[in-house]
């Protein structure tokens, strides 16, 4: 006998999703194999975010009013349903090795592909992504910056990735990646930070590399003013930049998930793909537990890797964002929560 079994993912966003599984017993051993992929739970997540809690499985035949054609939608010339290379690209941006989502699909799906598959199914829609973010601008970005640079090695060369996030919003604005530390690729970064938000800062807050010194004049003029010195000891809007260094936690998942490659258009095409993870797919506790999207922009372009991962002849969507504070939580930062609704764009039109 089948049942529902909803998942979470990623873990404590609300968003739950239902797939048809089978109880198998294979000696002393209890497999839960998944026969297919249902679809987004309404009636795990409206009420589990009333109770705070989660429901247990229930019959199949309950959800079967949710299915809906694009549930098990295949794309062109691809076997595997579109939802599940999405929770591949989930995966992979939430830092699981290319092995590990392997494994991940033995588990789950009883599929049994090479890393390859994988490999160019991240490659395919990171790809898309970037096209369907070309020319989204957050709304609500703030007047503080600030910017910082890591670095990894890359075979004998070093390999340093500049990045520049919004204060107010947390919203990664620009990532760059060079081979050198010098004023011309600080001022790349600043120039694409400016592309992405239409508007240039009052003030840019960076470490003391001398490199920023003369790009931020050069890209912003001398209206912006520049403070320089440990970037996480500067305040704010009255708060200290913490959230800043929380980003900084997570550019580790960034580096482990580039560690194994040995060329820099792969590490530019990944450090594109992980921005737009970060920016529109991944809670922030600094923006109140909701991607720096929501809280930079009343519309989105999409809500999860499924809208990248779109079938052929299914319209793009965008999402009309509604912020509600959440009542429950009466102290601390406030948390929030976002109501995304669909409106269909008509391409052909």
């Known amino acids: 006998m089948s049942f529902i079994r909803a998942k979470e993912i990623p873990p404590g966003s609300g968003n739950w999703y239902d797939y048809e599984v089978m109880t198998i017993h294979k000696g002393k051993k209890v497999i839960q194999k998944v026969i297919r992929y249902i679809g987004k739970s309404s009636l795990r997540s409206s009420r589990s975010m009333r109770s705070g809690g989660s429901v247990g499985s229930y019959p199949a035949a309950v959800s079967s009013a949710s299915i809906s054609p694009v549930d098990d939608a295949k794309i062109h010339k691809m076997k595997t349903p579109a939802r599940q290379i999405a929770s591949a690209l989930g995966m992979y941006y939430g830092g699981m090795s290319l092995d590990a989502i392997q494994q991940q699909f033995r588990q789950d799906y009883d599929t049994d592909m090479s890393e390859s598959n994988y490999w160019n199914w991240v490659k395919r829609f990171t790809k898309e992504a970037i096209k369907q973010t070309k020319h989204f601008k957050p709304e609500n970005i703030g007047d503080t910056w600030v910017a910082d640079e890591t670095y990894m090695k890359l075979g004998d060369k070093t390999v340093y990735f500049w990045d520049l996030i919004d204060s107010k919003t947390n919203y990664l604005l620009a990532s760059h990646v060079s081979f050198s530390r010098g004023s011309r690729e600080a001022k790349v970064l600043m120039k694409l930070a400016e592309q992405r938000a239409g508007k240039t800062p009052k003030v840019v807050i960076t470490d003391k590399l001398r490199s920023y010194e003369v790009a931020i004049e050069d890209a912003f003029g001398a209206d912006t003013k ?59 506790e600094g923006c109140g537990n909701i991607p720096p999207a929501q809280a930079a922009s009343s519309v989105v372009p999409f809500k999860d890797w499924n809208d990248v991962v779109i079938p052929e002849g299914v319209h793009d969507i965008d999402y009309k964002v509604s912020l509600y504070c959440r009542k429950s939580v009466k102290k601390g930062k406030p948390v929030f929560d976002a109501t995304l609704t669909p409106i269909e764009i008509d391409k052909e039109k």
């Open 226 to 284: 520049h403070k320089q010195g440990e970037p996480f000891k500067f305040k704010v809007s009255g708060t200290s930049t913490a959230e800043i260094e929380r980003f900084h936690k997570t550019l580790e998942q960034r580096t482990d998930v580039f560690q194994k490659y040995n060329d820099i258009e792969t590490i530019r095409l990944l450090t594109d793909g992980w921005l737009i993870n970060y920016n529109f797919f991944k809670q922030n």
